[in-house]
């Protein structure tokens, strides 16, 4: 066993035998990385913000060879971030990036892109547009395991600018009028939806204004057939924002 060091964010714990934590963690040097901190469950419950989720920590875990659950031998934590923790859409937000990563990640296949999207997005929660920092992160963390969209003309005969287009999320792309056949499920996509869409991919400015709700609807359709299973941290995501947005009447 050898004992590595590693910065990491806490993307989910779990309560494992008696006294102890499984923690799944993102890190910057070995991607996600998952282990038992044993013993801990009492002292956790005391004082819980080492292993609660979205916390920046630097743990020293032992590495085991045949098994993708290390042994955590000690943590401290570097950032806290309070700020999305006060706030409930963020903390919505939060869990369902963490999520997200957790689901199109493997173990032990480091991105870095990803552990400094993920430091973006809690960083920046509390004080920039969640519902924009949902739909960055989403495309940009497709972008880095190599799932994203392809936008740049039909897929099937390559036409560039046809008079309009039709989205197949189970393709994965755009399909002309003449081939719309070839993908039974696509339905039409705005011209301006597919220039938000490219934006989004590359580096937008969080000023910007742009019709979030065509682009999410297509990112939420287009995501889930890459997901093995509907993410239950969406569904908490959407009672919040419907929570939000609901009028009150006197
Ligand atoms: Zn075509």
Same mark, same amino acid.
């Given at each position: ?90 903390? *919505? ?27 973006? *997005? ?63 499920? *696509? ?54 924002? *419907? ?8």
């Amino acid at each position: 066993m050898a004992i590595q060091k590693a910065e990491a964010f806490v993307l989910r714990s779990h309560p494992f035998r008696s006294s102890s934590l499984v923690v799944t963690f993102f890190s910057r040097e070995f991607g996600k990385l998952k282990g038992v901190a044993k013993g801990v469950r009492k002292e956790a419950l005391a004082n819980p913000s080492s292993y609660e989720p979205f916390t920046l920590v630097e743990i020293v875990f032992y590495e085991k060879l045949r098994s993708d659950l290390h042994l955590i031998s000690e943590v401290s934590i570097l950032e806290s971030f309070e700020g999305l923790r006060s706030n409930l859409e963020s903390l *919505a937000v939060a869990y369902y990036l963490a999520e997200l990563v957790d689901q199109l990640t493997e173990p032990q296949d480091p991105h870095e892109k990803i552990f400094k999207l993920l430091d973006f *997005a809690f960083r920046n929660l509390s004080t920039l547009d969640p519902q924009f920092i949902t739909r960055f992160f989403e495309i940009q963390l497709l972008s880095e395991i190599g799932l994203l969209p392809n936008l740049e003309g039909c897929l099937s005969c390559g036409e560039p600018s046809a008079e309009k287009f039709y989205f197949s999320a189970r393709q994965g792309g755009l399909f002309c009028p003449s081939c719309r056949k070839k993908a039974p499920d *696509a339905g039409i996509i705005s011209l301006e939806t597919v220039k938000n869409l490219k934006l989004l991919m590359g580096k937008p400015s969080f000023n910007e204004k742009f019709g979030m709700e065509d682009v999410g609807q297509l990112i939420d359709r287009f995501m889930n057939e890459r997901l093995n299973k509907r993410p239950i941290t969406k569904r908490f995501l959407h009672q919040v924002r *419907a929570l939000k947005g609901r009028k009150v009447m006197v």
